[in-house]
């Protein structure tokens, strides 16, 4: 079985729900799949505070249409978790209970509108990088399921950049507006891509199981190459001092992110970790009564038909 | 008056009804009581926003004075807000939300239907285009509405105290002044006492399905005719229109 497992990965075959596959394969894709969902849906918080405060109808209806497709990406992955024999139960148990992780990054406060064009630029911007990658990820409910979300987060990028260009030439309060918020996102959203690859305990298993396809540090690398120039472009500063681009690599060198402050947000004491949890156990618990009448209408309701 | 600036008062009548409910919805984005719910509600929020955004675009045109959508959100204060008593109304736990959207929704969709007709183009466009959101929209309140009727004691019990609360500020809905008047004549406004009725007819009916007891009100709230509100608009203007005002002339 084995064998034919990973002939074919080694043809670049998809693995489907009904195939046999590695016990530790199907554990490190329900714990990947299952995390990659509980970000969206922790990641509709830190946007969300915004609505209520964005500063046009346009601007509003955007980020509200953005904020529900973050919350129907969290569905597809929460069904494609579903796939290998999870349920959505077990899944948000652990969430609440502090057992699944998700992204680190929506464990910082959005302080300022300009936190919403950030988040769009560069985070979305960011997840991009992994995302692409994962479009051609061996498992196939996950591959599909990320071509689909690929498609709709490249235009939240757009129009996080889009924000952020409002802001980058409009009034002097504007520019500040966006310096500060570059100022703060730029380090979290570098360490969105995880660890080092010497440090990166799952990933050279992940790749080998055709997962992953690259590493945290060529993603991070391409992301860096990528944004420097929009920044640019923007007239923004990136604040690191050590940002230069090297002829000989073709790519630019940058400054070391803070790994210990990383290690601090994933163990629960980021800024927003215990506000972001407990808004979505708040969410959960004040939901069960709405979801306990709606079980409890469907069966006296099919009691009727049944008995019709 | 004459007539522009009745359809003027008119139009911004409807559009601030869709600019205040979908603030409030839009705060569920995030909080909603299961996943599919939460899309589901952000969607209706999102329609609803979209028609005041329309409704405001043309009432800045009908008023002539070079005044944008956001210029009429944004920076208008609380006595110039003509939405009903209603829509401002706290959400509550999810019982009063639905209630509250029912309540609009079946307004809305008798409202929407006959201003179809209107001699005025935009505005009959504008009802064309909503209705087929507001037929969806009835149907997701009012399932939630059976639901909760018909579902345990708890959810029962939830809608009835919303109902109950809710209730005094139906009858704004209703209202007609010297803009309807006039505008009715110009065959462009609704009148209102056949969309009473249908709304009355309709809604009895439910509650009734949903064995939720019709509550007798003596006296219904009114004032936003006037520009008169409950407490909670100033708030809601504060949070959303902030911004705009912090920075004036700010393009975003």
């Avoid at chain 1, 599909?144 to 996080?160: D, L, P, T, Y």
């Avoid at chain 1, 808004?279 to 709606?294: L, S």
């Avoid at chain 2, 955004?53 to 070079?66: H, I, P, R, T």
């Avoid at chain 2, 009725?197 to 003596?218: F, G, Y």
């Amino acid at each position: 079985m084995e064998e034919w497992f990973d002939a074919k990965l080694q043809k670049n075959e998809m693995i489907e729900p009904k195939d046999w596959m590695p016990d530790n394969y199907r554990k490190h894709l329900i714990r990947q799949i299952s995390q990659h969902a509980h970000s969206e849906i922790i990641g509709m918080l830190p946007e969300g505070n915004w609505i209520t405060r964005a500063p046009s109808l346009r601007a509003k209806i955007v980020l509200m249409a953005k904020v529900q497709d973050e919350g129907g990406h969290g569905l597809y992955l929460y069904t494609a978790a579903e796939t290998l024999g999870t349920s959505r139960e077990e899944v948000l148990d652990a969430l609440h209970t502090g057992k699944a992780k998700y992204s680190s990054i929506f464990n910082y406060p959005t302080l300022t509108w300009a936190d919403i064009g950030m988040v769009g630029w560069l985070v979305d911007g960011a997840a991009i990088m992994n995302q692409v990658m994962l479009q051609r990820t061996s498992y196939g409910p996950y591959s599909r399921a990320m071509v689909r979300i690929c498609k709709e987060e490249s235009f939240h990028q757009r129009q996080g950049y889009e924000s952020v260009c409002h802001l980058a030439f409009g009034t002097p309060e504007q520019k500040a507006m966006a310096q500060d918020a570059l100022n703060r996102w730029w380090w979290p959203t570098l360490m969105m891509f995880g660890p080092t690859d010497d440090k990166s305990p799952n990933s050279a298993q992940a790749i080998k199981w055709k997962i992953k396809r690259e590493s945290n540090d060529q993603l991070r690398q391409r992301f860096v190459n990528q944004t420097v120039s929009q920044a640019e472009y923007l007239g923004l500063t990136i604040p690191d001092p050590d940002l230069k681009w090297n002829e000989e690599r073709q790519a630019y060198d940058f400054g070391t992110p803070n790994w210990d402050e990383f290690a601090a947000v994933v163990a629960g004491n980021g800024p927003c970790n215990k506000e972001r949890l407990a808004a979505r156990v708040k969410a959960h618990n004040e939901g069960e009564w709405v979801r306990a009448a709606a079980t409890a209408y469907a069966l006296k309701k099919n009691e009727v038909m049944s008995a019709a | 008056m004459n007539k522009q600036e009745a359809l003027f008062s008119y139009t911004l009548r409807l559009a601030d009804n869709g600019l205040i409910l979908s603030q409030r919805l839009a705060a569920w984005t995030g909080h909603g009581p299961f996943l599919e719910e939460d899309l589901a509600l952000t969607n209706i929020a999102l329609d609803i926003l979209g028609q005041a955004k329309s409704l405001l675009e043309y009432a800045g045109q009908v008023e002539g004075k070079g005044r944008s959508e956001d210029d009429l959100a944004f920076l208008r204060g609380e006595r110039e807000f003509y939405n009903t008593q209603l829509v401002e109304q706290p959400n509550g736990d999810y019982a009063k939300t639905i209630a509250r959207q029912y309540f609009v929704d079946v307004f809305d969709f008798h409202f929407y239907t006959a201003l179809a007709n209107s001699k005025d183009e935009t505005l009959a466009g504008i009802a064309a285009k909503s209705i087929k959101e507001i037929t969806y929209h009835v149907r997701h309140s009012g399932s939630w509405m059976l639901r909760f009727g018909g579902g345990t004691e708890e959810s029962k019990q939830r809608l009835q105290d919303a109902v109950n609360d809710l209730w005094r500020y139906t009858g704004e809905q209703f209202e007609m002044n010297e803009v309807d008047a006039l505008l009715i004549k110009e065959g462009i406004a609704v009148d209102m006492t056949a969309v009473k009725a249908a709304w009355d007819k309709q809604v009895i009916n439910i509650l009734n399905e949903a064995s939720i007891t019709t509550p007798l009100v003596a006296v219904m709230q009114t004032g936003s005719r006037q520009g008169k509100h409950t407490e909670h608009l100033g708030y809601i203007l504060a949070e959303m229109q902030y911004l705009p005002r912090v920075i004036p002339g700010a393009k975003w």
